[in-house]
């Protein structure tokens, strides 16, 4: 292993100053069991997760709650569901107190009055056809028009095999919307036939994510490095899976040996009591994983297997930067 400062040239080495003094603690909060749509595929109803514990409804009960998560070191709540915007007092009782980031789909546009700089991440399952397919409706056409130009918004764009080729044209609606994207790949839990990758498919994605990137770097927020880690689920010779994932609730984490994991991470059920035992489903097989921040952070809590050469360190700091803009620690 070499030192930092050996491997990177001054710019380099600036942007690497700038992301460790971050110190990111995130955890994830399903602020509802309740949500508008019904996605074939939902990690969170199909795993049952909206059945795990009832919705506390005692909004002083949830504002105490953001304290002691503040108190236990949290700086960054991930709110998800559920869908968030049927609770937007629960959403403020974060919003009002810690580093906020709330996924949505995008059918009830936030009131921006009352929450001016939210970052929300707002899902998109494909184009059309995908959408109706796997959602029931055209989600985008409704929320591209609650959020054009929002600076504080960028759509989560799940790709599907059935993507391939078409991206493009997807990608160019949301730059023509005046927002940005960020990538990552559908893990089918509900099975839907034709809906899961192949290897060859994920040859041919990661080649598209890439091409995407090259060609509209001001509205895709992402890295080749990513793809590359999301793609293959491979980083610098470790394969991704249980035993190495980084998203796991701690007081859940019985493994021997622990990896390098999120300090402190819980995903909270919507009672503020109860645990999922990770950031996404609690049924998936690890082996099918593909969620996206996972992976990121796995990138982010492994930065000494990155320290072998100029390339990887650059690597990693391009995830890192990726995961902080997403989650407004810096600016796009
Ligand atoms: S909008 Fe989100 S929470 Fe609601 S069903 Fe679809 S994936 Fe699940
Ligand atoms: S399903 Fe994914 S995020 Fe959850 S523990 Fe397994 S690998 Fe980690």
Redesign the pocket.
């Given at each position: 292993m070499k030192l930092v400062s050996h491997l990177l040239d001054d710019e380099w080495y600036a942007r690497y100053k700038r992301i460790s003094r971050l110190n990111i603690r995130s955890s994830i909060y399903d602020v509802t069991n309740r949500?508008?749509?019904?996605?074939k595929g939902?990690f969170?109803?199909s795993s049952d997760e909206h059945k795990a514990a009832p919705e506390e409804m005692d909004l002083t009960k949830w504002e105490r709650f953001v304290h002691k998560e503040i108190d236990r070191g949290v700086n960054l709540a991930i709110l998800?569901?559920?869908?968030p915007t049927l609770c937007l007092d629960r959403v403020e009782a974060f919003y009002k107190r810690v580093s906020t980031f709330c996924?949505t789909?995008g059918l009830i546009k936030l009131p921006r009055d009352r929450f001016p700089d939210l970052m929300v991440g707002i899902?998109l399952w494909g184009d059309e056809t995908d959408e109706k397919t796997l959602?029931g409706k055209d989600a985008f056409s409704i929320s591209s028009k609650h959020y054009e130009g929002d600076p504080y918004a960028y759509y989560l764009y799940t790709l599907t095999p059935k993507q391939i080729g078409k991206t493009e044209r997807v990608i160019q609606k949301i730059a023509d919307a005046g927002l940005k994207v960020h990538l990552q790949l559908l893990s089918n839990d509900e099975g839907v036939d034709g809906f899961s990758w192949t290897p060859a498919e994920l040859v041919d994605i990661r080649a598209e994510m890439d091409a995407m990137l090259d060609a509209y770097p001001r509205t895709v927020v992402s890295s080749k490095y990513y793809h590359e880690v999301i793609c293959t689920g491979r980083m610098q010779g470790q394969r991704f899976g249980w035993q190495a994932c980084p998203s796991v609730t701690i007081t859940q984490d019985n493994r021997d040996p622990q990896p390098r994991r999120l300090t402190n991470f819980i995903r909270w059920a919507s009672d503020l009591e109860t645990t999922h035992r990770c950031c996404t489903s609690e049924t998936r097989d690890c082996a099918t994983c593909k969620d996206g921040a996972a992976h990121m952070s796995w990138v982010m809590v492994n930065k000494r297997a990155h320290m072998n050469s100029s390339k990887d360190l650059q690597n990693w700091i391009e995830v890192y930067e990726m995961f902080a803009k997403l989650y407004q620690f810096i600016p796009w």
């Open positions: 949500c508008n749509l019904r996605c939902c969170f109803f998800i569901g559920g869908e996924a789909n899902s959602r």
